[in-house]
C-alpha cells in the first residue's frame, strides 16, 4: 500500500460520494443513492477508525447520516 500523509490520507478518503440515481421505469419514478465503492487503502482507514459509510434505514430514521 503507498504511503500517506494525514493530508493525503484525507484527500483520498473525500472521492468517496453519494450519488442521487434517479429513473423512470414505466409509469414509476425511483430515486435511490449508491455510495462509491471504496479502494483497499479508503476500506483500511475506514475499519481502522471503525466506521462504516453504509446507511441503512435506521440510520437515516435517527438521523445519524449526512444528506448532501
Do not use: E, Y
Not at 462509491?36 to 430514521?61: E, N, Y
Amino acid at each position: 500500500m503507498p504511503v500517506h500523509s494525514f493530508q493525503t490520507l484525507l484527500d483520498d478518503l473525500a472521492t468517496i460520494v453519494k450519488n442521487r440515481i434517479s429513473t423512470t421505469i414505466g409509469s414509476k419514478s425511483l430515486v435511490f443513492d449508491k455510495i462509491t465503492q471504496p479502494t483497499a487503502i479508503q476500506q483500511r482507514a475506514i475499519d481502522l477508525l471503525g466506521m462504516s459509510i453504509i446507511c441503512t434505514q435506521k440510520a437515516w430514521t435517527l438521523n445519524l447520516c449526512q444528506s448532501h
